[in-house]
């Protein structure tokens, strides 16, 4: 009896979460690449969050959840992101977005942070279970590397 009014809720609480969604999906024209790209930064932000609790002492280092979030970012960046960033998505042409046409127009640049990105999330996947030290030294760089995009690429708030 409580098991069932309890999910009958859940589902009524999930019904009214996705009409709401819905509506304002509508209601900004909402772009499905902008929307994509922007919940998966959110997803990257998520796993580096998990380490960079870590590095500043807010949780106890644990080596395998930290291996986990660095080996998800790892993940996350094998996807392909040329559906994320069709032409005519950048802040000039519609609302929604803080993505710069500097994106468009230095494509050299924004694979040359890409790289150094890579490269970054690699290390930190080599040493992530390796201790607070070894974990703590490999996010500075990726985190710098996020930051180094978002100074050329990203309007500021
Ligand atoms: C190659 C460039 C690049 C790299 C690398 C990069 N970002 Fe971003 N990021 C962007 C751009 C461009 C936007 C704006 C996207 C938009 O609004 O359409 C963005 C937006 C975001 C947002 C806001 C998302 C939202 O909901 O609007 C977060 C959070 C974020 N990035 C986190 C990160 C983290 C954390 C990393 C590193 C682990 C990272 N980014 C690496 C380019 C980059």
Same mark, same amino acid.
Request: hydrophobic share 35%.
């Given at each position: 009896m409580t098991i069932s009014r309890t999910f009958l809720s859940a589902a009524v609480i999930g019904a009214v979460a996705l009409s709401t969604m819905t509506f304002s999906a509508t209601a900004q024209e909402a772009n499905p690449a902008v929307e994509a790209r922007q919940g998966y930064m959110q997803v990257m932000s998520l796993n580096i969050g998990v380490l960079g609790q870590m590095a500043r002492g807010n949780t106890d280092y644990d080596a395998e959840a930290a291996q986990i979030a660095a080996d998800n970012l790892v993940t996350l960046n094998?996807?392909?992101?040329?559906?994320?960033?069709?032409? /005519? %998505?950048?802040t000039d042409t519609i609302e /929604? %977005?803080?993505?710069?046409p500097a994106i468009w127009a230095d494509f050299a640049g924004v694979t040359d942070v890409s790289t150094q990105y890579a490269t970054a999330v690699e290390g930190l996947s080599g040493v992530a279970g390796d201790g607070l030290d070894a974990m703590r030294a490999a996010l500075g760089s990726v985190g710098s590397a996020c930051g180094a995009c978002h100074d050329d690429y990203r309007q500021p708030r």
């Open positions: 094998q996807i392909n992101q040329s559906f994320f960033w069709p032409q /005519g %998505t950048d /929604g %977005t803080r993505a710069l």
